[in-house]
């Protein structure tokens, strides 16, 4: 399995900004799919938003829509979120993860269609 590596986390109040970075630890990005996950405590992992490969899809969920921003910079081999307009219900770990076998029986959002996982990166909105 494959490592992914995530950056940008960090605590902002309501209203603030945060990139997140999505980067491959030692291999070279190829996939189908890259999707942003997070997970609050005492919650399930949700989907975030993904991106096809090439950047020619992007799915944002209805709760970050408008205010997230998935993109690809592939000549860094690198995903970033950009989020905008945080709120406290935003407060959870997020992790990226790869689509690297075709998976498509499964939803954009499903967690069992992506095979590549971070560690993830803590995200805390707070007054």
């Known amino acids: 399995q494959l490592q992914l590596v995530e950056s940008g986390g960090g605590l902002v109040q309501p209203g603030g900004s945060l990139r997140l970075s999505c980067a491959p630890s030692?291999?070279?990005?190829?996939?189908?799919?890259i999707g942003w996950f997070r997970q609050a405590p005492g919650k399930e992992r949700e989907g975030v938003s993904c991106?096809?490969?090439?950047?020619?899809?992007?799915n944002y969920a209805d709760s970050v829509r408008g205010r997230f921003t998935i993109s690809q910079d592939t000549p860094n081999n690198t995903i970033y979120l950009q989020m905008t307009v945080l709120k406290p219900e935003d407060t959870a770990v997020y992790f990226c993860?790869?689509?690297?076998?075709?998976?498509?029986?499964?939803?954009?959002?499903?967690?069992?269609?992506?095979?590549?996982w971070g560690q993830g990166t803590q995200v805390t909105v707070f007054s």
């Open positions: 991106i096809s490969s090439g950047g020619g899809s992007t």
């Open positions: 993860a790869q689509e690297s076998v075709l998976r498509r029986s499964y939803s954009i959002f499903s967690t069992a269609r992506y095979d590549d």
């Open positions: 030692g291999f070279t990005l190829d996939y189908y799919a």
